[in-house]
């Protein structure tokens, strides 16, 4: 690798401290009010990353309430949290979840 002496011209996209965000997100417009439920072996964690929407429940788990999209990527994540999170509302999404699963144990049977 050598140094190079191509520059370019000065940015004229998007600010670029846009990016600077904890997590980046873009708004698609389909965002939904969805709410997690994550167990108390979980609870800590989603604390953690969602602090100002968590609220704690009397058996130590927490509710997660959030402006998403129910999408690949969401569906992805709660997945990932290996059955410490689930979807409690709103129901259509909490059924698509729950098809997904089914879907996936049919596979892997």
Do not use: K, Q
């Amino acid at each position: 690798v050598t140094t190079g002496s191509r520059c370019f011209g000065e940015h004229r996209g998007p600010a670029l401290d846009r990016l600077a965000a904890r997590r980046l997100y873009f708004a698609s417009g389909a965002e939904r009010r969805v709410v997690l439920r994550f167990s108390p072996a979980a609870a800590a964690e989603a604390r953690e990353r969602w602090p100002g929407a968590a609220a704690p429940r009397p058996d130590g788990s927490v509710d997660v309430t959030l402006e998403t999209t129910p999408n690949e990527h969401f569906y992805g994540m709660v997945l990932g949290w290996g059955g410490e999170a689930e979807v409690r509302s709103p129901a259509d999404v909490r059924a698509e979840l729950r098809r997904r699963v089914e879907a996936l144990r049919s596979r892997y049977r």
